[in-house]
């Protein structure tokens, strides 16, 4: 019976030594993993500095001050026409797609006058970009003709009217006259 009581005491012995053990395996993969994670964190922080790096220096300064100046104008034009949440939050196509077909329709200056036709469109451009970016509508794009016919007809519509009225873009290339081809053709450095 002693025999089998020390044998008991030794079977107990031996598993709190195996557990402590194992307990202290534990803890030193814990430390190894720990160490392990702290490296990842820092190759990771590195990578992601080098993208937002690359990030920044793919911006276009001008792209952006276009961007707000034209997401600042739709909020002013949206709170006078009572729309009281931001455009960003707007999670229904078909309201958005109203309100910026009612901003397209009624764009003009400050000082009363139209704007010209291309500026309708880099406008929408410019609106398209910060809801691609900050909208709660995810897979959004205005351009989509199928998704938001109505601002496409609008717009097209609009600019088709600015152009026929003078207020098209005035820097499209010309064709040579014969006359000009003949002087160009006759030049002193091509002839020799």
Same mark, same amino acid.
């Given at each position: 019976?002693?025999?089998?009581?020390?044998?008991?005491?030794?079977?107990?012995?031996?598993?709190?030594?195996?557990?402590?053990?194992?307990?202290?395996?534990?803890?030193?993969?814990?430390?190894?993993?720990?160490?392990? &994670? &702290?490296?990842?964190?820092?190759?990771?922080?590195?990578?992601?500095?080098?993208?937002?790096?690359?990030?920044? &220096?793919?911006?276009?300064?001008?792209?952006?001050?276009?961007?707000?100046?034209?997401? +600042?104008?739709?909020?002013?034009?949206?709170?006078?026409h009572?729309?009281?949440? *931001?455009?960003?939050?707007?999670?229904?196509?078909?309201? %958005?797609?109203?309100q910026?077909?009612?901003?397209?329709?009624?764009?003009?200056r %400050?000082?009363?006058?139209?704007?010209?036709?291309?500026?309708?469109?880099?406008?929408?451009?410019?609106?398209?970009?910060? %809801?691609?970016?900050?909208?709660?509508?995810?897979?959004?794009?205005?351009?989509?003709?199928?998704?938001? *016919?109505?601002?496409? =007809?609008?717009?097209?519509?609009?600019? &088709? =009217?600015?152009?026929?009225?003078?207020?098209?873009?005035i820097?499209? +290339?010309?064709?040579?006259?014969t006359?000009?081809?003949?002087?160009? %053709?006759?030049?002193?450095?091509i002839?020799?």
């Open positions: 019976m002693f025999q089998s009581a020390l044998s008991i005491l030794q079977n107990k012995n031996n598993n709190i030594i195996i557990h402590e053990k194992a307990e202290e395996n534990k803890e030193k993969k814990n430390e190894k993993d720990e160490k392990t &994670k &702290k490296k990842e964190t820092k190759v990771e922080r590195e990578l992601n500095n080098k993208i937002e790096f690359y990030i920044q &220096k793919g911006t276009v300064k001008n792209t952006l001050r276009s961007t707000r100046n034209w997401i +600042s104008k739709l909020e002013v034009f949206r709170k006078s009572g729309y009281d949440i *931001p455009i960003e939050m707007v999670t229904d196509t078909q309201v %958005l797609q109203k910026i077909v009612e901003y397209i329709a009624s764009m003009k %400050l000082n009363g006058q139209e704007y010209k036709a291309n500026t309708l469109k880099v406008a929408l451009d410019s609106i398209n970009r910060y %809801l691609i970016k900050e909208s709660k509508i995810r897979g959004i794009n205005l351009h989509n003709r199928y998704e938001f *016919p109505e601002i496409h =007809d609008v717009l097209h519509g609009k600019m &088709k =009217d600015l152009q026929e009225r003078g207020l098209g873009e820097h499209g +290339s010309q064709a040579l006259n006359e000009q081809v003949q002087h160009i %053709l006759n030049h002193e450095s002839l020799l």
